[in-house]
Each structure stands twice: as C-alpha cells, then as structure tokens.
C-alpha cells in the first residue's frame, strides 16, 4: 500500500477515534438517574483566585445510588465549592452540615428522561458529524494524490468508507445504551 494512502487512513482512524471518545465523555455528564462523581465533573471553584476543577480541591464520593457527598481538602472552602455547585447549573441543592456538602439526586421525571435522551441523541449526531467530517478530510486527501494510481485511490476510498460505517455504528451503539441507562427507572 501507497505509504501516503497509510498515513492518511491511520489519521482517519485517529481522527474518528477522538470524536468517539468526545461522545464517551460527553455521555458521562448526561445523568441517568444514578448519583456518579462524574456529575460534578464541569463544577469549577474559586480556589484563591484562580478557576479551578471541583476534583482538585476536594474529594468526591457515592455512597448510594441517589447521594453525592463532597469532602474538601480545606475546611474553608465549603462555601465556594456549595457556591460552584449552584454556578454549575446542575439542578442540585448542596447542603453544607459543617464538615462536608451532601448533594441528594432526585430521581428523573419522565419529561426530564426524554430530554435527557434527546441531549445523547444531539451528542451522537455531533459525533456522527465529526466522523463524516473526516471522512469527507480523507476522500479529499486522496483525490490530491498524485503518486497513487485510480486503483489504489478507489482502494482507499472504499477503506475509508468502511471505517465511516463501522464508527457510526458504534456512535449509535453508545447511544442506544446510554438510552436503555437513561430510560430505565
């Protein structure tokens, strides 16, 4: 195989990883009804003066299904981390008893499901986008080949078109699971 044509499908493939591992990540915000420190992942603090991420400044646990509790490292930030709790915009109501801030989850409504669900959707299409997106970079590249012969440019493009197919599949794969988790109450 033409040197140039590897290169340009190993960058495809790379390219189509990251908008998979996009939506991976992008799906861990999206809560499905069970409390997961990832749902404080976008918290950030003021911590003397600078933004910085919840998770640097505290520990964040679990201890059921429905209970978030968040321990700083420094007494006095309860305030700020309850402060950046509320500016995350999460729907959460922090309660601070002195020592750590107790975060309850409230269990989904329906209405709020299918939006949640509509949310992984818009996710997946953004994924899907991406991944087209590199094909569409890879096609182009090929075309301006010039040390490549029709064949092995077909070739290619036909290797290209598979590797689409097979990350799509696997975007809607992540969806339709994140939508069993989502729905499931």
């Known amino acids: ?13 790379e390219s189509m990883d990251s908008a998979i591992k996009h939506l991976e990540k992008q799906f861990v915000n999206i809560r499905a009804g069970k409390a997961s420190p990832s749902m404080l992942g976008s918290v950030m603090v003021d911590y003397y003066g600078s933004k910085t991420p919840l998770s640097q400044v505290a520990n964040v ?14 007494k006095g930030m309860l305030q700020e981390i309850e402060r950046g709790i509320m500016h995350a915009n999460l729907g959460f109501n922090p309660m601070n ?12 409504t329906e ?29 182009n590249e090929i075309k ?9 440019q077909k070739n290619a493009e036909i290797d290209v078109q598979q590797m689409t197919d097979k990350y799509v599949k696997k975007a ?14």
Do not use: C, H
């Open 1 to 13: 195989m033409n040197e140039d044509i590897k290169f340009i499908l190993d960058s495809t493939k």
């Open 61 to 74: 646990n679990t201890p059921d299904g429905r209970t978030i509790t968040v321990q700083p490292w420094e």
């Open 97 to 108: 008893n002195g020592e750590t801030i107790i975060i309850n989850v409230p269990p989904l």
């Open 111 to 139: 209405e709020r499901r299918k939006t949640l669900s509509k949310q992984a959707k818009a996710e997946t299409e953004d994924a899907k986008i991406g991944i087209r997106s590199a094909r569409k970079d890879a096609n």
């Open 144 to 152: 301006d080949l010039e040390d490549a012969s029709e064949d092995q």
């Open 172 to 185: 809607d794969d992540l969806y339709d699971v994140k939508e069993k988790e989502i729905m499931t109450v």
